[in-house]
Every structure is written in C-alpha cells, then in structure tokens.
C-alpha cells in the first residue's frame, strides 16, 4: 500500500492542475481505501491521515474524509432513522463521489416548496468539496416558511442544470474539486426528497459535521508534518518542529478515535482535540520559512503551504 501513497507524492503538483488526473487518482484511492468507517472502528490508521502525511496531500485527504462522514456514515444514519435504505444514496459505490451542498450564503438560503407532485428549490449553496466531481450531491434545504434546515434532496449529477455549478478555483486543496449551486426554481420529482423528520435530519448533520472536523484536523497536522520533513530535509528547519508536530498530532488522533467510536454509535461526539491555537502557531513558522525560500510562491513547497492556509481562513 506504501506505492499509492509514493506515487500520489510523485503526481502532487500535476494533479493540482490537471482535474482528470486527480478524479483518476481519487478513483485509484477509493478503490484502495474505501470510505467506510466501520473498517477503522479498531483505531487503524485513517486513509485520510495516511494521504497527508505520507503524500503531503490534503486535498484528498478531504475529499476521503467528505465521503466517509458526510456522505456514507450520514446517509446510514438518516436510513436507521427512517428505517428503511434510501433511495439513489444506497447504491452509490466506494469510488463514486457523492457531495453535501450544506454551507449556505446568508442572503440566499435554499428553500423549498411542494408545486404539482414536484419539489421546486431555489437558492445558493457556496462551498461545496468535490462538487464538479460529484456523481450525486445532497442538498439541505428549508421548507418554504422556516428558518431552520428541515429537509434533505438528493440530486443524481446527471439531473442538475448544466451552469448550476460554479468552479471556485480556490488557491488551495487544488487536488479535489469545489464547487458553489444555484438554482432558481428547479423543480425535481419528489422522489428525491428523502423523508426523515427535520430533528433527525440535524442530529446526523450534527454528528457527522463533528466527525469531519475532528477528522480534517488530524490530516491537517499530518500536512504541517509532511511539510515540515521536506523543509527539515532541506535544512530549513530543526528536528524540534516536527517534535511539536507529533505532540499536535498525537493528541488529535486520540480525539479522534473517541470522536468515531461515539459517532459510530450514534452518541454525543465530544469536541477536544489538538490546541488549535498552537496548530496555527506551527502554520505561521512553516508559512515563514517557505514564503523566504521561495518569493515567487511557485514551488511545491509554496503549493503545499497554500493547502495549510485552509485553516487560517476558517479563523477569520
């Protein structure tokens, strides 16, 4: 398994400019390490973590991560609440892409409406991982008169308008796709309405949205650690950086076994981890060092540093 993760090192920086070789490589992972959740119930080290810190690539750690919590391990969850498989999401293989459309623009919610047997949504989602990739996206919505996200569709790619999505061309995670949806009363068969009350609808998304940030931040440490080995190879920074890092990421790993074991269960996720404030700190040195070895920010290095700035934006 080692090769995958050498070899996705080796087609970091082509992949960040070329959309079908990283949709190639994402294939070539899922394949190897599907995104199933129960397979790491024992503590065995997450792909997600691995990619980063082995392959120093974030973007796909992300975009394993998305798969596992937000797409598979929500969808179970909402399918033991409704007690029944739910339709286009029980079908969807380890190697498709499926993407939550749940991050909102606050002038502009998603909100929705029953019009003769079909559902009409109008409405903007603004970040959405892997959504140009997306075989299917999940869409959080608010029935018409609410405030509070009271309903979920799902969307097979295919039945999308083509200009629905935008490409965000973010400066970073560019080895995975991010995407915003407008749609302006779009109307679909009720089918794609999934079915479950709206309280369990946001105990999943809860859940499940804990789970990905306690999982993001673990691949985030694993990335400050990969980095920070290339730097100390170059002999840009001493072996007591990446002792600090290992302290971050041991704590966190261990946050994030009890965060899965609770999730997995369908209990309260707990919120520690990693000091943040000391994750960032690490950002700031490494974002230091790198931006003085190289002034043209063109450098793998540089590329690699602008996938860590992801959190320092999430702070603002």
């Not at 190697?95 to 029953?114: K, Q």
């Not at 989602?125 to 309903?151: C, F, H, N, P």
């Not at 009363?185 to 990905?212: D, H, Q, S, Y």
């Not at 730097?231 to 965060?259: K, N, P, Y």
Request: proline share 4%; hydrophobic share 45%.
């Amino acid at each position: 398994m080692s090769n995958i993760f050498t070899a996705l090192g080796k087609s970091y920086s082509a992949r960040c400019a070329d959309r079908a070789a990283a949709l190639g490589a994402w294939r070539d992972f899922a394949g190897a390490f599907p995104p199933d959740l129960t397979a790491y119930r024992d503590g065995s080290s997450l792909p997600s973590a691995m990619a980063a810190l082995e392959a120093g690539d974030l973007g796909l750690a992300i975009l394993w991560i998305v798969q596992a919590t937000l797409v598979r391990a929500f969808a179970k969850d909402l399918a033991d609440e409704a007690r029944s498989p739910l339709p286009f999401l029980s079908s969807i293989t380890p190697v498709e892409i499926g993407a939550l459309a749940h991050s909102e623009d606050r002038d502009f919610p998603v909100y929705i409406h029953e019009e003769g047997g079909n559902i009409i949504i109008t409405g903007r989602k603004k970040y959405i991982t892997g959504g140009l990739q997306a075989d299917l996206v999940m869409v959080t919505a608010r029935w018409r008169g609410s405030e509070k996200t009271d309903a979920l569709l799902c969307l097979p790619r295919s039945l999308l308008p083509e200009a629905s999505l935008v490409d965000l061309s973010l400066p970073m995670l560019r080895t995975t796709s991010h995407a915003s949806l407008s749609l302006e009363g779009f109307a679909v068969p009720r089918e794609n309405l999934i079915t479950t009350g709206p309280g369990a609808l946001r105990r999943c998304l809860k859940r499940w949205g804990l789970a990905e940030r306690s999982l993001m931040m673990e691949s985030y440490i694993s990335a400050e650690m990969h980095l920070a080995g290339k730097l100390l190879a170059l002999g840009l920074c001493d072996s007591d950086m990446l002792v600090r890092i290992e302290d971050l990421l041991r704590a966190q790993r261990t946050a994030t076994r009890t965060v899965l074991s609770a999730a997995l269960a369908g209990e309260r996720v707990p919120t520690e981890g990693a000091d943040i404030f000391q994750v960032l700190a690490v950002f700031k040195e490494l974002e230091a060092i790198v931006k003085e070895a190289d002034n043209s920010g063109t450098s793998e290095l540089s590329m690699r540093l602008d996938d860590l700035s992801l959190l320092a934006s999430l702070k603002k």
